[in-house]
């Protein structure tokens, strides 16, 4: 079956834009994860959902980043204002708790 | 907060040697789960521990989690140029499906 897609796959943005980045997790899977990648880092939590309900948001590095997921099965992140230090990519997963997670291709931000 | 600490965080090999790397997590976790990162690539699931001093094996690869399910090591038998890239340990929390992913170590191997 289809894995966890995301788009867009490249994403440049000028300092000061807003962007939206779409993740679609396997079908069925309850739980949906965000994380920031850094190069050269290990992957960050940001934020998880459980059906449509955000569950632990603690890892939004601040107010301008803003995560949704309103049926339950396609997610959206968020991040207005888009500053040169938002650079990563973003990876999505979608797991069947407890279980392994299983991750998108991610979105790679560049703000200029 | 909690921190996943893992070292080496290089290991350049020859072919045929073994390979090991060692995390650490300040607090006691649930479980912990290892993933594997190609270079360009996204995170691959390649285990999970769940029970104090548990070892399983995968055909060269061979995953231990530590009594305290503080620790975790991961050790590969002769290694191969398949075997690239980064590995990440991943710790999960009680009462959390979240997960705290290690620094990695980035292994290199030579033919």
């Known amino acids: 079956g289809a894995g966890v897609s995301q788009s867009p796959r490249y994403k440049v943005a000028k300092r000061g834009q807003d962007v939206a980045l779409r993740c679609d997790p396997i079908?069925?899977?309850?739980?949906l994860f965000w994380y920031q990648q850094a190069l050269g880092q290990g992957p960050e939590f940001l934020t998880y959902?459980?059906?449509?309900?955000?569950?632990?948001k603690s890892g939004l590095p601040s107010d301008r980043f803003f995560a949704e997921r309103p049926e339950g099965s396609v997610s959206t992140l968020k991040i207005q204002r888009t500053q040169q230090e938002d650079s990563a990519v973003y990876l999505c997963?979608?797991?069947?708790?407890?279980?392994?997670?299983?991750f998108g291709p991610g979105t790679r931000l560049t703000v200029t | 907060g909690q921190q996943v600490m893992q070292i080496p965080q290089y290991q350049h090999v020859q072919e045929g040697e073994d390979f090991t790397t060692y995390c650490n997590s300040s607090?006691?976790?649930?479980?912990i789960q290892w993933y594997k990162q190609r270079p360009g690539g996204h995170p691959v699931f390649l285990i999970q521990?769940?029970?104090?001093?548990e070892v399983k094996k995968q055909k060269r690869l061979t995953f231990q989690f530590g009594e305290a399910k503080k620790n975790s090591s991961l050790h590969i038998t002769a290694t191969q140029t398949t075997d690239v890239g980064t590995y990440f340990c991943?710790?999960?929390?009680?009462?959390?499906?979240?997960?705290?992913f290690g620094t990695g170590t980035r292994l290199q191997v030579f033919p």
């Open positions: 079908s069925g899977h309850v739980s």
């Open positions: 997963a979608s797991s069947v708790r407890p279980l392994e997670q299983y």
């Open positions: 521990l769940v029970k104090s001093g």
């Open positions: 991943a710790g999960v929390s009680y009462n959390t499906d979240k997960l705290i």
């Open positions: 959902f459980q059906n449509e309900a955000q569950l632990d």
């Open positions: 607090t006691t976790l649930s479980n």
